[in-house]
């Protein structure tokens, strides 16, 4: 039986510059967003000073009914230069329930094994916009059928009673 670890990890706030993409969890699910993270590898010599090179982000945010905003992006420690079709995101200072997402693994256990931990800790999903940060490995094939990745869920913990 599969089985992640989470941990809590706080990050500051940060910038990065992305390609958008806009559309259902159906479509996700069928590869739309592999096709962004692909273009966004290809392009990633016209971002101007990346900090963490080796990782591509995932930033998702619930905004529509029964979909959602997806950009393929990497940090930056300015934003400068925004390229054609790409997108400058500032992400605030959050607390995260995070956990590996291993290749042989199954991504909606790995997800329903997060909720799992954040519920059983009494913590709460995070208010904010921002539903959920994945990082992958920037040599890793975005059309990998068993890709590997980070899963950070925004959460906001509870003051003890």
Not at 11 to 39: D, M, P, Y
Not at 58 to 82: D, K, M, P, R
Not at 97 to 117: F, L, V
Request: proline share 4%; glycine share 8%; hydrophobic share 35%.
């Amino acid at each position: 039986m599969q089985r992640n670890e989470s941990v809590l990890i706080e990050k500051e706030s940060f910038n990065a510059i992305g390609l958008k993409w806009v559309g259902t969890f159906a479509e996700a699910g069928a590869g739309g967003i592999r096709v962004v993270q692909a273009e966004m590898l290809n392009r990633l010599k016209e971002i101007s000073h990346i900090i963490h090179p080796k990782t591509l982000l995932g930033l998702s945010y619930h905004i529509t009914e029964g979909g959602f905003t997806h950009f393929a992006a990497v940090e930056v420690e300015q934003v400068e230069n925004i390229p054609e079709g790409m997108t400058a995101i500032t992400v605030p200072k959050l607390i995260y329930a995070s956990c590996e997402h291993k290749g042989d693994q199954n991504i909606d256990a790995s997800y329903k094994d997060i909720y799992n931990w954040i519920e059983g800790r009494g913590f709460e999903l995070s208010k904010g916009d921002l539903t959920h940060l994945e990082e992958y490995p920037l040599h890793q094939d975005p059309y990998t059928k068993d890709p590997e990745f980070v899963i950070m869920i925004p959460i906001e913990k509870l003051k003890s009673r």
